[in-house]
């Protein structure tokens, strides 16, 4: 593996990771049946077979809870380890508070900040990156990046071109420093706002707050212009991932496997062949889940590690674009030191205990929170 030089002696390891998505299932077949539209069509154009939806009762928030404690089980970590949370989504809980800051008090990790990050699809690239430069800086050890989406919660389900597309879902990672080489190696991000109106939801906004006009138009929803969208995103992953082979001083012929944005099959082949690369290297699973935005690499990447396919030491390139316009790629050595079966079961229950209490605490706060507003209200009132 290269010592790759980032003018420090820290690097950002990933050693935990965990997905979750819903139950419920929505195949093409049951999907043509709600708009025009066939398996054919959609399998044709998009390579996608069913995805993922998520109920009345499942948010971004629920999911990305799920993945998040999937990837500390697995780090073998308590959620008070953590010093910052990150959630990379386009469909937040709220405008604020912050789903992250939300995650933060179901995991009850009391030390940590959190924060949203919005790049659209190359959120979950750009929230990684963010977090190894965190992390390399010495700033903080111990980051929880979570990309989770409800895309079916913003989807027209009239439109075709769009609503074949998306699924829900959620992935995360657990980073922490080391100075043993690896882990996240070099990024690029990149933008082009000019090209802004090519995938949006046009209202919600303070450009078009919601009024009768915009609900009637479905103007909260996902709206793309798919062959401009297309155009530019075979262009761009292949841009991406040379560069940032160039910039960790590297070539093409060192990456094992590219994790892409999991956005449509058709793109995926196109990047293959202008990088020259054989299909069999990029991981997918769009099939099963469709486009699950800042999700799909993490959920791409978790198969892949789960069915092993990832080995130690593989250089992987993460791939991405998105509304914004955005897009990025990250280029990881997988060097996860496995942890030992020690005092794994402890930990384990300890987290579980960890998160009962978190949930005892968050109602405890909110009550006094309660209890000191009604007494601050009383003694306003005396004061006049």
């Known amino acids: 593996m290269p010592d790759i030089p980032n003018g420090l002696d820290r690097y950002a390891h990933i050693c935990g990771w965990g997905t979750a998505v819903p139950n419920n299932i929505l195949t093409n077949a049951e999907l043509s049946k709600m708009v025009d539209t066939t398996d054919e069509w959609i399998m044709n154009r998009t390579g996608i077979k069913q995805r993922y939806i998520a109920n009345d009762k499942e948010t971004t928030a629920s999911l990305g809870v799920k993945a998040a404690k999937s990837a500390l089980d697995t780090a073998n970590i308590s959620p008070n380890d953590l010093d910052l949370i990150i959630v990379a989504t386009s469909t937040p809980e709220h405008h604020f508070p912050s789903t992250a800051s939300l995650i933060q008090d179901k995991l009850g990790a009391s030390k940590a900040g959190a924060f949203d990050m919005g790049a659209a699809c190359t959120g979950f690239v750009y929230a990684l990156t963010v977090a190894s430069q965190i992390i390399q800086s010495g700033s903080m050890n111990t980051v929880l990046i979570i990309g989770s989406e409800t895309l079916s919660k913003i989807v027209n389900w009239e439109d075709r071109s769009t609503c074949v597309l998306f699924g829900d879902g959620a992935g995360a990672f657990v980073l922490q420093g080391s100075k043993v080489p690896g882990g996240v190696l070099t990024s690029v991000l990149r933008s082009d706002g000019s090209g802004g109106d090519l995938l949006k939801v046009p209202a919600g906004g303070s450009a078009m707050p919601a009024c009768y006009d915009s609900l009637r138009d479905n103007l909260h929803t996902i709206t793309m212009n798919g062959r401009e969208v297309f155009r530019f995103a075979t262009r761009v992953m292949a841009d991406a ?125 909110r009550g006094t929170r309660t209890i000191e507003g009604a007494l601050w209200g009383e003694e306003e009132v005396a004061d006049k």
């Open 241 to 365: 991932c040379r560069e940032v082979v160039s910039e960790a001083g590297m070539t093409l012929d060192d990456i094992d496997f590219i994790v892409p944005h999991q956005a449509n099959v058709r793109i995926i082949e196109a990047a293959a062949r202008n990088l020259d690369l054989p299909l069999d290297m990029f991981i997918m699973n769009i099939d099963k889940y469709g486009n699950t935005s800042a999700a799909s690499i993490p959920l791409a990447l978790c198969e892949a590690v789960s069915d092993n396919r990832i080995k130690p030491y593989n250089n992987l390139i993460f791939v991405a674009f998105g509304g914004g316009l955005t897009w990025g790629a990250t280029l990881v050595t997988w060097d996860v030191t496995k942890t030992t079966s020690q005092n794994q079961v402890w930990h384990k229950l300890r987290r579980q205990a960890l998160y009962r209490v978190a949930r005892i605490r968050s109602a405890i706060r």
